[in-house]
């Protein structure tokens, strides 16, 4: 049984003056332990889903099901938060889901919500902060960190509240190339030794050829899924999709054009081959 | 230049008195001033001014920090002493000069209230401006008035929003400063012209950060609730305050002080130190 699975999930903002579907039937199912990038332009409806899948949203149409609990209306608070501590989520602004003025309270901020006792939050935070490599700012100010450095204690902060899921939101988008690296060396490391399932959100190709499978979403519709070999093969159709391929993709790409024949995956072989040389 | 503001007064450090528990040096601090208004002679007045200087060196301040912080109070100290010198016709007469009459009694008076306002200041910020964070002091309020959620006061509601504000006050002043570079940029000017366009310049740097604090309040808001918030029942606390023994000797030692000041209201002094 998936640990995630949407049947036919639409969704509409009502509060718009003319409110137009952003999510139409879609259908997809995540496993335990999956790593899946997902894929759209701006505006595609990347993280309407996102919201949907942590119950920030409520669906307009069509089924969610978390770990074999389907997702209604009349869940009572309870089953909400229970919910909720399953699939956590870490947003692009790392400064806008910082809530506390010390780096162990913040971590602390999810257990404590849930209304664990204090040495346990205690050994979680300890944990978390372990896992993501931030020991040793414990007892720092969030605001003195960097930008990496403060997406690692968002993520720790989720890590904390035990989820067998979490949804990264773009987290990498505000930040230098080594912050970058920084946090997405921790969501890979979560995904291998946790066994956390992971769902990435991503404008950056070259994330996304990291993950184990990869969903093109375009005008809230599923385009394409398959893994990173099957989705980054169609050049053509990606750019159509108005997005990019990963770098050594596009430049086997445009060898092949030019009379260099090679399959784009061969070309990223080869290249990748040629920098390890 | 924005970046030098510091929140409050709190001087970081690990002395007897940062370690105290916060809701202590509340408690110490409202005992505190309620000896103040006991004090009824110079001599126990002077006794509470020279007390909260002897905290300075146990909470490792700088003498001259302090000194500073009471600056402000010249004002005040001066305007009573004045007031009390001139009106205050008790004891002998020292002055007969036209108008000006200074007596005795005015000038107790005048020096006894210059003492109490300097050790109330004193005192009470060296118990808990200096020496404690604001986010200590958030907790301390929080715990100690937790009963009040009982009759429905949102201690927690309350508690969580300074966190906050403490949380994000330093987000949002380096945020002004960018707005400001970037006006400055495009050639805003805030430091020449009339007080009016001076003012009027700060427009363009409210506006947008009032847009993006609305923006961060809504991000915050999704966030938390992702993180399963849901108000204060049912949430623990990963740090909760506790006494240690240090509280008590320091309780201790306050009331044998206190105490002692008490009894010096009966003590036979000379009668013209009364105040
Ligand atoms: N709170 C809202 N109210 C009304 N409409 C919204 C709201 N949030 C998003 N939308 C609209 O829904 C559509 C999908 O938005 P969504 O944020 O899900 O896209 P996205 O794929 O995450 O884009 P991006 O890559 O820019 O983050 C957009 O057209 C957007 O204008
Ligand atoms: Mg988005």
Redesign the interface.
């Known amino acids: 049984m998936p640990f995630i699975e949407t049947k036919n999930l639409s969704f509409t903002y009502t509060d718009e003056d003319d409110p137009q579907p952003v999510l139409h039937e879609v259908s997809l199912s995540f496993e335990k332990g999956e790593f899946v990038a997902i894929l759209g332009r701006n505006g595609s409806g990347k993280s309407t889903f996102a919201k949907l899948l942590n119950l920030v949203l409520e669906a307009t149409d069509g089924t969610i099901t978390i770990d074999g609990k389907s997702v209604h209306a009349e869940l009572s608070e309870a089953e909400i938060i229970d919910l909720r501590k399953k699939v956590g989520m870490v947003f692009q602004n790392p400064d806008n889901q910082l809530v506390a003025t010390v780096v162990e309270e913040d971590v602390a901020f999810g257990p404590e919500n849930l209304g664990i006792e204090p040495a346990e939050i205690r050994r979680r935070v300890d944990e978390a902060l372990e896992i993501v490599g931030m020991t040793d700012y414990a007892r720092h100010a969030p605001h003195k960190l960097s930008g990496g450095q403060k997406q690692r204690i968002a993520i720790a902060g989720v890590i904390a509240m035990l989820p067998d899921c979490i949804l990264f939101d773009e987290s990498t988008a505000m930040l230098d190339p080594r912050g970058r690296a920084e946090v997405m060396e921790t969501v890979e490391k979560l995904n291998r030794e946790q066994g956390i399932t992971v769902l990435l959100i991503t404008h950056n190709m070259d994330e996304a050829v990291r993950a184990d499978r990869v969903v093109v979403i375009d005008d809230g519709r599923v385009q394409m899924d398959g893994t990173p070999r099957e989705v980054f093969a169609k050049v053509d159709e990606l750019f159509a999709l108005g997005l990019a391929v990963p770098q050594a993709t596009e430049l086997a790409a445009r060898l092949e054009l030019s009379g260099v024949p090679l399959t784009p995956v061969e070309g990223a072989d080869a290249v990748e081959n040629w920098f390890n040389t | 230049m924005l970046k030098d503001i510091t929140l409050g007064q709190y001087f970081p450090g690990n002395s007897l008195l940062h370690k105290l528990d916060p809701r202590m040096k509340l408690i110490l601090t409202l005992l505190y001033i309620v000896t103040i208004f006991f004090a009824n002679n110079l001599i126990t007045v002077a006794i509470l001014t020279l007390a909260a200087f002897l905290l300075v060196p146990l909470g490792q301040i700088p003498m001259k920090t302090v000194l500073k912080s009471l600056k402000p109070l010249r004002w005040i100290i001066l305007f009573t002493t004045v007031l009390n010198l001139f009106w205050v016709k008790d004891g002998k007469q020292l002055v007969d000069f036209y108008f000006i009459d200074i007596y005795s009694g005015g000038i107790v008076y005048a020096a006894s209230m210059a003492l109490r306002v300097t050790a109330l200041l004193a005192g009470t910020t060296l118990l808990i401006s200096y020496t404690t964070s604001?986010?200590a002091l958030t907790d301390g309020l929080e715990q100690m008035l937790s009963p009040l959620k009982k009759i429905k006061v949102p201690v927690h509601e309350f508690a969580m929003m300074m966190?906050?504000a403490?949380?994000f006050i330093?987000?949002l002043i380096?945020e002004t400063d960018k707005i400001m570079s970037a006006q400055k940029a495009r050639g805003a000017d805030f430091e020449t012209g009339s007080l009016l366009s001076r003012a009027k310049a700060l427009i363009p740097i409210f506006i947008p950060l009032f847009v993006s604090a609305i923006?961060?309040a809504d991000?915050?808001a999704?966030?938390?609730?992702?993180?399963?918030?849901?108000g204060g029942t049912?949430?623990?606390?990963?740090?909760?305050l506790h006494y240690s023994l240090r509280d008590l000797f320091a309780l201790l030692c306050f009331l044998l002080f206190m105490a002692g000041i008490i009894a010096l209201r009966w003590a036979p002094l000379p009668a013209f130190l009364g105040i």
């Open positions: 604001p986010i966190t906050i403490l949380r330093p987000t380096e923006r961060r991000d915050l999704t966030a938390m609730e992702c993180r399963c918030y849901h049912g949430r623990t606390r990963m740090n909760r």
